[in-house]
């Protein structure tokens, strides 16, 4: 690594203590940036990435709210603004626990990236609360979104910020803090993305982070003149991204074998087809239930717990052709990545954002796997999101197959940037330098053009 950027990271370290999840996130720009930075003087006498890695503004919030039993929480609200340079900031907004600055910082800074891979003119944010949803009421989730709006309101609209979904955050929790939001500001707009249907929301903006992760892995199958048919996939996560990559993956002749939850995986040799998917839904967006459910109904599958003591994850020793992690960040370790390997897995797409430690990503880049990392691969949502905010404007809707068409080019579009900035950077095949070096470019120009703001 060149001495600029050991010098940037001692500094990102020092000035953002306790932030693994943000450092992390840094360093792997950093790494694929080093022989831009090279060949680019000016960038770094302009101090582009010193300014790209210092949030444009920041806010943290106190959410009082009462709970059925009329006892007062008291949860806390963030929004990272990271950068407009090329768009309002866009990015979701996360409801969980394990909330925390550090991995709010690590979501914005590479959502920047992942927008301006997009090719619509979206800045990066993000956002959320260590609120959990999960065994909460809907009187009490709606408490709490309408809790959290009365401060954000004043940060966000349609030419600003504009919050989408995350984890914990999906249609139900959308509506209540645009309920508030229209409530409070008076206004109809399209302030967050990811509305329902009949009040401005986008056809296949649900399933689009989903849809895109396998359109991606389509394309890196492509390279090498071959498609999903017959693959077999490992699939983490049992929510929003994991239920339409498994969709789509049955859609492109593929069979996903696996999800999971928190709790533990099932595994299903015989593959998760529509109508065990439509269970899933049900399972997971109307019941609220738990993954195990799903064994216990369908024969031939099995269902494991969660066993902290292990230094690997099971869902990833199996037999397989390729894998969606689409959970959480930092669920594939050095461990799973060589689990996957010696399973036969040779395509990885990330629905979830950073979802592979960096010893991990290090296996798969040097064993030249088709490794497309999250910041290209799970763009697809926020790409329907910048199509909704394009439908909102125009007061009009397009059709299922329109955006669903302009969602598979989008993916095309990506996957080429990827591919050519590796190659123009001397890192053929390398998709996470062909993502963070496209990405950073762009922003990079418009920053430049705009001056020292
Ligand atoms: P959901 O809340 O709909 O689903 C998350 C899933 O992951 C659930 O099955 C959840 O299980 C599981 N999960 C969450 N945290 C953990 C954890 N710490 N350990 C194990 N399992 C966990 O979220 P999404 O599907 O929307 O998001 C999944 C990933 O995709 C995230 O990384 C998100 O940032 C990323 N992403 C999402 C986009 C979107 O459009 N929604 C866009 C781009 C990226 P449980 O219910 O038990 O918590």
Redesign the pocket.
């Known amino acids: 690594m060149s001495s600029y950027v050991n010098d940037l990271m001692a500094t990102v370290k020092a000035k953002n203590p306790a932030e693994p999840e943000f450092h992390q996130a840094v360093h792997e720009v950093a790494e694929s940036l080093a022989v831009v930075l090279d060949r680019h003087p000016e960038y770094r006498k302009a101090k582009i990435l010193d300014r790209i890695i210092e949030p444009e503004r920041l806010i943290m919030f106190r959410v009082p709210w009462m709970d059925d039993q009329g006892e007062i929480q008291v949860n806390r609200g963030f929004r990272i603004e990271m950068n407009s340079a090329i768009g309002p900031y866009k990015g979701?907004l996360?409801f969980?626990p394990?909330v925390n600055l550090g991995i709010l910082k690590f979501?914005a800074f590479e959502q920047v990236f992942k927008n301006s891979l997009t090719t619509l003119p979206m800045g990066g944010g993000k956002g959320g609360s260590d609120f959990d949803p999960?065994g909460k009421s809907d009187y009490e989730v709606m408490r709490f979104c309408q809790a959290f709006m009365s401060e954000l309101f004043r940060h966000i609209g349609p030419n600003t910020d504009v919050p989408?979904?995350?984890?914990?955050v999906?249609g139900r929790e959308i509506g209540f803090m645009f309920g508030q939001y229209r409530k409070l500001r008076n206004e109809f707009t399209g302030v967050l993305t990811g509305k329902g249907l009949n009040w401005g929301g986008s056809l296949i903006r649900p399933e689009?982070?989903g849809y895109g992760a396998v359109y991606f892995a389509a394309e890196m199958l492509s390279t090498r003149s071959q498609t999903l048919q017959g693959k077999t996939c490992l699939v983490s996560?049992?929510?929003?991204?994991?239920q339409y990559t498994i969709e789509k993956i049955n859609q492109l002749g593929g069979k996903a074998v696996t999800a999971?939850?928190?709790?533990g995986y099932v595994h299903d040799p015989e593959g998760i087809d529509s109508k065990k998917l439509e269970f899933l839904m049900d399972l997971?967006n109307v019941r609220r239930g738990?993954i195990k459910e799903y064994a216990d109904k369908f024969k031939g599958a099995t269902y494991s717990p969660i066993d902290p003591k292990m230094d690997f994850n099971p869902l990833w020793n199996h037999k397989a052709d390729c894998a969606f992690p689409?959970?959480?960040?930092n669920?594939i370790n050095g461990k799973d990545a060589q689990n996957l390997l010696k399973n036969g897995v040779f395509v990885v797409s990330e629905?979830?954002?950073m979802?592979t430690t960096p010893d991990g990503v290090k296996l798969f880049i040097d064993q030249k796997i088709l490794y497309g990392p999250?910041k290209a691969a799970?763009a697809g949502?926020?790409a329907t999101s910048g199509l909704e905010m394009s439908q909102n404007s125009m007061r009009y809707g397009w059709t299922r197959d329109e955006v669903d068409n302009r969602l598979h080019l989008i993916m095309k579009s990506i996957h080429k940037a990827c591919v050519d900035a590796a190659n123009r950077f001397g890192t053929p095949g390398n998709y996470v330098n062909g993502a963070n070096i496209a990405g950073f470019l762009k922003v990079a120009d418009a920053m430049m053009d705009q001056g020292l703001v």
């Open positions: 979701g996360r969980h394990s979501l999960k989408a979904g995350d984890i914990g999906g689009a982070t996560g049992s929510g929003n991204v994991a999971s939850d928190s709790g997971k738990r689409s959970a959480t960040q669920e629905g979830a954002n979802p999250g799970n949502g926020v």
